[in-house]
């Protein structure tokens, strides 16, 4: 453990994806969550009050009290950087008062991912994204923003292929998880033995955010990827994993192996030592009805990141048609966990450095 952790708040500490924060950061070796900010619903309780998470409460948290944070009160415990779970629409504006505060933001809120100079970051698909934030910093504090659940385990299983095929288009039909929709999500009359074929603006970010991530970087400005996502998103009861049916239509024909094989080799943090990075970032399964959330929703290692990998299964190369299932955490490496590792990623490149240094 570091003697010197950088302080951190965790901004809807009392929601399903500031409790993954929680967790996460409660014994890292780099950030110390010093504040819990959390909104009316859950200000002046402790964590363990309110903790729904099936995994336990962290010993060190438990018996912190969820606080109101304004950027004054952060800035007076010298907080450096948030974790930020906080709702679209609220996120956006409170965001930006702390990135002219001195503060950085990992953020998991849709409100800045589109923003010239926020990258939309996966660390192992598009780590030169990073740049934009390098080349536009704002006095000593960055914004980087992850993307949507759906589209993180989409592009993890997709950008080892992308050279192999050049796509034409992709199609991908998602099977959603409940806890996608936050706290208190979808009515329990309304999901239960149902399967609800709707998701507000889910589709249209799939391709947006997808495009954008498997895109190009030239100096500060981002080309999208030049092939389009057609998507249809549904919502099912399963408590966490986002499952999604890809099929790729691609301009070459390599070999199976060739494929398989860019999965396995896929290891582009290997030497960077991040703690919450997998070993492999994609996971191959050969069983005929694999993925599965019940089972493969937490594939990942070490201990630390456990749902960090995406699973990949049911792979049919059919020229010029790649059909695959992928399953990723969208609890963990859709929200909370890709956060964290955004913010490991650009602690190592120097971009979180102490402001008394």
Request: aromatic share 6%; hydrophobic share 40%.
């Amino acid at each position: 453990m570091s003697e010197r952790r950088i302080p951190a708040a965790i901004l809807g500490a009392g929601g399903y994806v500031g409790q993954h924060f929680a967790r996460l950061l409660a014994d890292h070796p780099y950030f110390d969550p010093v504040i819990l900010s959390a909104g009316e619903r859950t200000t002046g309780q402790r964590l363990g009050d309110v903790w729904q998470l099936s995994e336990p409460v962290p010993e060190v948290l438990e018996r912190t009290r969820l606080v109101r944070a304004t950027a004054a009160t952060l800035a007076r415990a010298k907080v450096r950087l948030a974790f930020s779970a906080l709702p679209s629409g609220t996120a956006g504006p409170f965001e930006s008062l702390l990135l002219r505060r001195g503060i950085s933001v990992f953020s998991n809120a849709a409100d800045h991912r589109l923003d010239p100079d926020v990258p939309l970051l996966v660390p192992e698909v598009n780590s030169d994204h990073l740049e934009l934030a390098r080349r536009r910093r704002r006095r000593s504090a960055v914004l980087v923003a992850n993307p949507n659940c759906s589209a993180t385990g989409l592009v993890l299983a997709l950008a080892p292929l992308v050279p192999l095929l050049a796509p034409r288009t992709v199609h991908v039909t998602t099977y959603q998880s409940i806890s996608g929709a936050g706290y208190p999500g979808v009515p329990s009359l309304a999901i239960t033995d149902n399967v609800v074929p709707f998701i507000r603006d889910e589709e249209e970010k799939l391709d947006r955010e997808s495009r954008r991530i498997l895109g190009s970087r030239i100096g500060d400005r981002l080309r999208p990827a030049p092939f389009s996502f057609l998507a249809h998103c549904a919502r099912v009861a399963t408590r966490e994993g986002h499952l999604e049916a890809v099929t790729v239509e691609a301009r070459r024909r390599p070999s199976r192996r060739s494929l398989e094989g860019a999965w396995a080799s896929f290891r582009p943090l290997r030497e960077l030592g991040l703690p919450t990075a997998p070993d492999v970032p994609v996971l191959v399964r050969r069983e005929h009805d694999r993925p599965q959330p019940i089972r493969d929703r937490w594939a990942g290692t070490p201990a630390r990141a456990r749902g960090m990998a995406a699973v990949v299964g049911r792979i049919r190369w059919e020229p010029p048609y790649l059909r695959f299932f992928v399953l990723s955490n969208n609890a963990v490496r859709g929200a909370a966990g890709g956060s964290v590792l955004n913010a490991e990623l650009a602690r190592s490149r120097g971009l979180l450095r102490d402001r008394r240094e």
